[in-house]
Each structure stands twice: as structure tokens, then as C-alpha cells.
């Protein structure tokens, strides 16, 4: 037992020692393995390919924006006569009404002589010319003053408008959506009015000028006009100006600046056959597609519909339960991103 202790103890503890000394070297100094096994996938920048099955769906092409509601342009109203401005029917401040004067120009026009009387000289006639609002709103404020000269042309007054319009921004692949315009959007302002109807909906800029387009209309006018003349009113519409654009109707009341978001419902098709967008070369009218047969893919022409910006439908072409390629052949990620399917292919 005295040999146990003093010799077989002491060794066997030694030897444990050794061996966990051993374990921790190799642990950390001793990876004989060159590099770790690898998985078999090489990252090479494209897109695998798979195979999409043909089937039936519903597409619903609806379109939601975010914008902002803005108060429309103001508009000038300018002289339409050479002459003195004579008269203001309107205080700064005051309401316009569509039609209402707003300022009155004096003119001295030459007349040729009538008459038996051929030697008879020429006299110039006082004439006096009303410039008529073409646009609802307030003046905000006349660039001229009593009996500054004018010429034809010269801006006078600026009316504010009091319409509205909504406002978005969209993509320009997504205009491809909107081939067969709606005429309204749907318009939702959180913390708002209810949800309303927003007509005249438009893309891009508007053919319609809004800066000159105001109250430019002159009526002649025989005598001097009465002083106690004047009016008010509310109402009239404004130009627009954006992306894309609706008009606000004049009973919903609204604020600039306001933040809304526009849906837009550009078309529904249920029970059609429907292809992801990414197995489409071209989205308007027509495109192709790579329909894989006994392991081989094959293009194909076929005829487009609506697409909601995932799947598209196929009008023509295919049947359902035919396998095509997912994705189209050398598409990059960038595209499946970014314009993949613009134009015809």
C-alpha cells in the first residue's frame, strides 16, 4: 500500500497531467487540416436556374404612392391692352370669382376718320378694358399701381388659388402599369378626412401653363366704370404640376403640405394564367419566356396583360401547367432589382 502511494499515485498523476498538456497543445497549434471542407457552392454573381410552373391566379394591378398634398400655382393676370392701369376692383386679400374683374385698363386708341370727309384728321378714343379672372381664388398681390403705364402682355396682379391637388412620385418602370390610364386614385391622409375620390389623375407635366393662364381676358368697356363696383366668391380650379397628380374635389377640406398616399386600381383579372415577372422578357403588349421541354429550354413569344409588379399575365402562349424557366437566361441580380422586363423582347 506504501508502494501504491509513494510510487504507482505520483505516476498515474504525471501521466494525466501529460496528457492534457498534450490535448491543449494540439488544440491550439495543431490543425493539420490545410482548409476547412468546403460546401460545394462557388458564388458566381448569377442567378441558379429553376423552373416556374404555369398557373392560374388573380392579378390585381393596384398602385400605391406616397406624396403630399400642395396647393395649386399661383396664376398672373396680365394687361391685354397698351395703356394706364385706371382702376382696381379688388383689395389685396379680397376673393376672386371666375369671370370677376380684377383691374382696368385705359387706352388711347386712334380711329380713322368716317365719312364724306376724307382731309378729316384721325382722334384718338379713350377706351377702357376690364381684365377678367379665368381662375377662382384671392389676390395676393398687383405689381402696378393707379395709372402706371402697361403694355399688352405686362403682369399685373397674382391671384392665389385656393384648389388643391395630390401629389405622388412613380417609378418609371411602373408606368408600364399604367398603359390604360384610370381617371381617379383613391386618396387617404392620415389623421385626415375620410378616404376620397381624386379625379383628373395625370402623369408628368401637364400641357396647360399655370403660371400664365390666369386672369387675362379683357371685356371693352364704353365709360367709366362705377367705383362701388365689386364682388367675391369662392370655387374654380388650378393648374397641377408633378409625377403624378389628382385633382382634389373643392369639398374636402385639406391643408398644403400634407402628407397622403394615392392607390391607384389600374385593372383586375381573375382565373388567368399567371407567370412571375423575373421569367419575362419584355412587359408591354408582348414579350418571351423559355418554356423547358425534355430538359431543354425554348423561347417563346406570348401576349401580355396586367402585371402587379410580381407576376404578369399571359393572354396567349402558354398553357397551364407548362414548366418555364424562373428567371430569364442571363439575367444578373441587378436586374431582378431594377428594370428587368422594360421594353419588348
Not at 399571359?314 to 428594370?339: C, Q, T
Amino acid at each position: 500500500m506504501r508502494v501504491f502511494r509513494k510510487v504507482v499515485l505520483p505516476v498515474a498523476w504525471v501521466a494525466i497531467f501529460a496528457t492534457i498538456a498534450v490535448s491543449l497543445a494540439v488544440m491550439a497549434f495543431g490543425n493539420d487540416d490545410p482548409e476547412p471542407p468546403r460546401s460545394g457552392l462557388t458564388p458566381t454573381g448569377k442567378i441558379p436556374v429553376s423552373n416556374a410552373g404555369v398557373s392560374r391566379g388573380t392579378i390585381e394591378n393596384t398602385l400605391t404612392l406616397r406624396g403630399t398634398i400642395e396647393v395649386d400655382a399661383p396664376v398672373t393676370a396680365k394687361a391685354d391692352h397698351d395703356g394706364v392701369v385706371n382702376y382696381f376692383f379688388l383689395p389685396v386679400g379680397a376673393k376672386v370669382k371666375v369671370g370677376e374683374p380684377i383691374f382696368q385698363v385705359k387706352s388711347e386708341e386712334t380711329e380713322a376718320p368716317t365719312g364724306d370727309d376724307e382731309e378729316g384728321e384721325a382722334k384718338p378714343q379713350v377706351r377702357y378694358h376690364n381684365v377678367l379672372a379665368t381662375k377662382a381664388g384671392r389676390i395676393a398681390s398687383y405689381a402696378k399701381e393707379l395709372e402706371d403705364p402697361v403694355t399688352k402682355g405686362d403682369a399685373v396682379a397674382t391671384v392665389r388659388l385656393d384648389t388643391y391637388r395630390a401629389t405622388g412620385s412613380i417609378k418609371p418602370v411602373d408606368q408600364y402599369r399604367l398603359l390604360h390610364m384610370p381617371r381617379s386614385a383613391r386618396v387617404t391622409i392620415t389623421g385626415g378626412p375620410k378616404p376620397f375620390t381624386c379625379g383628373e389623375l395625370t402623369i408628368g407635366d401637364p400641357a396647360a401653363s399655370t403660371t400664365d393662364s390666369g386672369a387675362n381676358a379683357g371685356a371693352d368697356v364704353e365709360g367709366q366704370i362705377d367705383p362701388g363696383e365689386t364682388g367675391g366668391g369662392e370655387g374654380g380650379e388650378g393648374g397641377a404640376g408633378a409625377s403624378i397628380t389628382c385633382r382634389v374635389p373643392e369639398d374636402v377640406r385639406v391643408f398644403d403640405g400634407l402628407a397622403m398616399t394615392m392607390s391607384i386600381n389600374a385593372g383586375r383579372a381573375e382565373d388567368v394564367l399567371v407567370v412571375p415577372i423575373t421569367a419575362v422578357r419584355g412587359l408591354v403588349g408582348t414579350g418571351t419566356v423559355w418554356v423547358v421541354a425534355n430538359g431543354e429550354p425554348t423561347p417563346r413569344r406570348v401576349r401580355l396583360g396586367l402585371s402587379d409588379g410580381q407576376n404578369v399575365e399571359i393572354r396567349k402562349g402558354l398553357k397551364e401547367g407548362e414548366e418555364i424557366l424562373e428567371f430569364v437566361p442571363g439575367a444578373s441580380p441587378e436586374d431582378l432589382n431594377g428594370d428587368l422586363g422594360q421594353g419588348n423582347g
